[in-house]
């Protein structure tokens, strides 16, 4: 008998043949503002805010490479993944699938979203081509993020039923963090320490 | 040699991982609590974290529905386990991922320690995992010649100071910043000669000491939080980053899981990733979450083993009134507000599940005889219930268990405890109302031989409690003498 067959009958005779308890979902899914209201992008920049984020709000699309070059600063090496659209960046190093080493001569990386949580703070990422492969968001030590009112919404059921868990996803909420000295929260680990969102509130 | 009952289900191991310790709770206990440095390390972490999570679970109006998802969820899932499991290996395998299974401790180290071989390297990146640790996974590691590095900053602490993991989120809790800049001034190379205890500072030598290791680690261990039966895919629930670096850079992702750690659809972790965060670190989010479904061509490894661990968790599901102990999300709440951990620490313990949830976890994956003390490792007062997110009755858990500890020694034919002798006399007393009418008046009585201490073999009880006092009048007494008022 293989381990495989072993562990699988063992696991079904002691699980026995009672009846599967019904699951009770009497939680709420949806939260109380509708997805892209400006109640709930107000909520996701408090949240941001209070996890020491920058936060960055455009009234319009065009205001985009506006905050994201104020964002930058100095930043010289800025990458960005293949799809990025037209126009946010004016200088960026495409990601030509660099080894992690060079990574980390960026000075900063510039992405979209998939969707973002207002309730939490937190944005996902999935891999799209506006966003790229995990890697180039976790090398360089400075995340500017583009967040779209239209893809905020108010809770977790909300965002999680937004996503496809056969993509790579990397949930977001803050920046790299650590509670490990005293369960005292100090910012920025091995993740990048800075994370700036620029919120598109017509988007 | 003990006979063993084929057919029942293997517990863990002894002589590999790190589920008994080496003294028993009561003794290792009363040497933790001879230390004032751990106590107030502790007491100072342990009620930081606990006005935490109660600002945070307090914002949240439907978390009693949320709980109670949480634990309906999990027993459904184990209620068919065996099936979850079968799809959960589909799928990883669909994805191009390879799924192992692991009966114990050394099977999982066995199938990791060739898996690394395999790819050539002898050293792997490691992301805190509790699993790992609790198959002793790092010592099997080296005895084959393979260097394990820790990358949580917790863990790392721990593996430089050559110590032990005292707490489930935060191993390292029973040190408080000057201990962790001593051992980093100590133990950590290339470390600056003026580093203070700033906790930035301190995090800012790990990043560094890290970050070459990340960039060229080839082979990475981590275990999981969930997985998704329906999709294959698992997740890791972090906050430094050292997770991501370790399941997004190296070429192998090699992820140890016990069995007990699926549930069967996405749809689930919408209540999951509501209750583990504020749980456990008291944050409406932890700092990064990352899911991953097999391989992905041209994102992160483009090597994936899942190795699938029982280790003692099918012994755990055949007992019905124990079996909710693998409903555990592993948050540590209950080790927060309990207040025999928040006075002993995790090393009491013995098992690197301290707390209440190892108080109950600990026995049954090893077979209660092995972790006899633990069950009673409690004063039932009911806050690791009230805290639990997954409702995990942890009290009604220790007493079923104890009752299981007594139950096996007679079986063994041992001789009764001097708690079972005094749990058989008061039955007998309490059964009859003349018997218990006497023995009432002999407690009054024993107030004039008073002590406070009690003679063996019940001293034990008194070593670390004063005996009260009897009443001067029974319940009895006064009611007899109420009635006889005109």
Known sequence: MTSREAMLSAVRAARGDGDVPEIERAYARTGSHPPGSPEAVALLVDRLFDYRARVTSVQRADG?????????????????????????????????????????GMDAVVTACAVACATTGTIVLDASLDQGRRAITLVPDHHVCVVRANQVVDSVPEMMARLDPTRPLTFISGPSATSDIELQRVEGVHGPRRLHVVVVVEG | MTPVDLGMPMVAPRGVGHLRGEQSFPDAARTAL?????????????????????????EVDDWEQLRRAGETIKAATMARLDEHLARLEQAVTARGGVVHWARDADEANRIVTALVRATGCDEVVKVKSMTTQEIGLNEALADAGIAAYETDLAELIVQLDNDQPSHILVPAIHRNRREIRDIFAEHMPGVPADLTDDPHALAEAARLHLRAKFLSARVAVSGANFAIADTGTLLVVESEGNGRMCLTLPETLITVMGIEKVVPSWRDLEVFLQLLPRS????????????????????????????LLDNGRTATLADEAGRSALHCIRCSACLNVCPVYERVGGHAYGSVYPGPIGAVLSPQLTGVEDNASLPYASSLCGACFDACPVRIDIPAMLVHLRARHVEEREKEHRLPSAEQVAMAAAAWTMA???RFARAGRGARLARFARGRRLPPPLSGWTASRDLPDPPQHTFRDWWRDRDDQP
């Open chain 2, 34 to 58: 001879g230390n004032e440095q751990l106590r107030r390390n502790l007491g100072h972490a342990t009620s930081a974290i606990r006005a935490k999570r109660l600002r945070v679970v307090a």
């Open chain 2, 432 to 434: 009859d109302g003349r």
């Open chain 2, 280 to 307: 456990s670190t008291g944050e409406r989010m932890n700092p990064y979450t990352s899911a991953w479904t097999g391989v992905t061509p041209g994102d992160g490894p483009q090597e994936f083993h899942l190795v």
């Open chain 1, 64 to 104: 985009i490479v506006g905050a994201v070059t104020d964002a930058l600063g100095e930043a010289s090496r800025v990458l960005v993944p293949v799809g990025l659209p037209e126009g946010w960046v004016t200088d960026g190093v495409v990601d030509d699938g660099f080894a992690p080493g060079d990574l980390d």
